[in-house]
C-alpha cells in the first residue's frame, strides 16, 4: 500500500462547534459481501447509463475548454482511495494551464487555501477561468468522475477523495476514513458541502461510513439531484 505522507494542518481559529461523539473503531464493520456486489453492480450500472446521456454534453465542455483557455481539457488531481493508495481523480479543468505553480510560487494565496480546508471560493481564486466557474458551480466539473467509478478507484457514494494533507483531521480515525471507496457524492454533499468545514466535516464523514447501507445509498442519491441543481454548498 502506498504510504500517503501526512503534514501537520496549521494552526488556526475555529469556531467553537459541539461535535457528537466520533465513532469508535469498534463502531465500523467490514462490508457484506451482499452489500459489496450490489453496491459495485449499482456503480456500473448508473456508470454506463450515465455516460452515453452527457457523453454529448461531456464532448461540448471539452470543446468550451479548448477554446478558452486551450491545454488539457481533463484534469487528474492526485486524491487518496480506499487503503491510503494515491489516484488521479479526475475534472474537467477549470483554471488556467499551470494553476498548480502558481499556487506553489504564491505563499499568500497557498495560505488561504490551506486555511480554506483545502481549497478557495471561487470568487476568490484568480486561476478559475469564466467557464471554470460555471463548471464549479453546476458541479458539472465532476462528470469525469464517472469513469472513476467504472475504474473502481471510486464509488457513486462515498466519502469525499481527500488529499493527503487533509487526512490528518481524522486523527486515529483515518484507517476508518480510508476503509471504503471515496464518491462522487455522499452525506457531506448533501448536508452542505463547502458551508461544513473542519473539524465538523470530520464527524459527518465518519457516521456516514459507520451507517452505510445500499438503502442508504439510494436515498444519498436520490436528494443529490436537488443539491446539485440548487449548487447547494458549491464553491
Not at 457484506?32 to 461531456?58: E, H, N, Q
Not at 466557474?133 to 475504474?151: G, M
Not at 464509488?155 to 462522487?184: C, M, N, T
Amino acid at each position: 500500500m502506498t504510504q500517503a505522507t501526512i503534514t501537520a494542518v496549521p494552526a488556526r481559529e475555529e469556531a467553537k462547534i459541539e461535535l457528537p461523539a466520533t465513532p469508535a473503531p469498534a463502531d465500523f464493520t467490514q462490508d457484506s459481501l451482499a452489500y459489496t456486489l450490489a453496491k459495485r453492480a449499482l456503480d456500473i450500472s448508473v456508470s454506463l447509463l450515465a455516460l452515453p446521456i452527457f457523453g454529448p454534453l461531456m464532448a461540448a465542455i471539452a470543446i468550451a475548454i479548448k477554446l478558452e483557455s486551450g491545454g488539457p481539457a481533463l484534469f487528474g488531481h492526485v486524491r487518496l482511495e480506499r487503503g491510503g493508495n494515491y489516484f488521479r481523480c479526475l475534472k474537467f479543468r477549470t483554471m488556467r494551464t499551470g494553476a498548480h505553480d502558481e499556487l506553489v510560487l504564491d505563499s499568500e494565496l497557498q495560505q488561504r487555501y490551506v486555511e480554506n480546508d483545502y481549497k478557495l471560493p471561487v470568487d476568490e481564486d484568480p486561476r478559475v477561468t469564466r467557464f471554470g466557474r460555471f463548471l464549479r458551480r453546476s458541479s458539472l466539473d465532476e462528470l469525469p468522475q464517472l469513469f472513476n467509478v467504472l475504474a473502481g478507484t471510486m464509488s457513486l457514494v462515498g466519502p469525499r477523495p481527500v488529499v493527503p494533507e487533509e487526512l490528518s483531521w481524522y486523527g486515529d480515525q483515518a484507517d476508518h476514513f480510508l476503509s471504503v471507496k471515496p464518491g462522487i457524492t455522499g452525506v457531506w454533499q448533501i448536508q452542505g458541502r463547502s458551508r461544513i468545514s473542519y473539524p465538523r466535516r470530520t464527524h459527518v464523514e465518519l457516521e456516514a461510513i459507520q451507517q452505510r447501507s445500499f438503502r442508504r445509498d439510494l436515498k444519498v442519491l436520490i436528494r443529490s439531484v436537488p443539491a446539485v441543481i440548487t449548487a447547494r454548498g458549491s464553491l
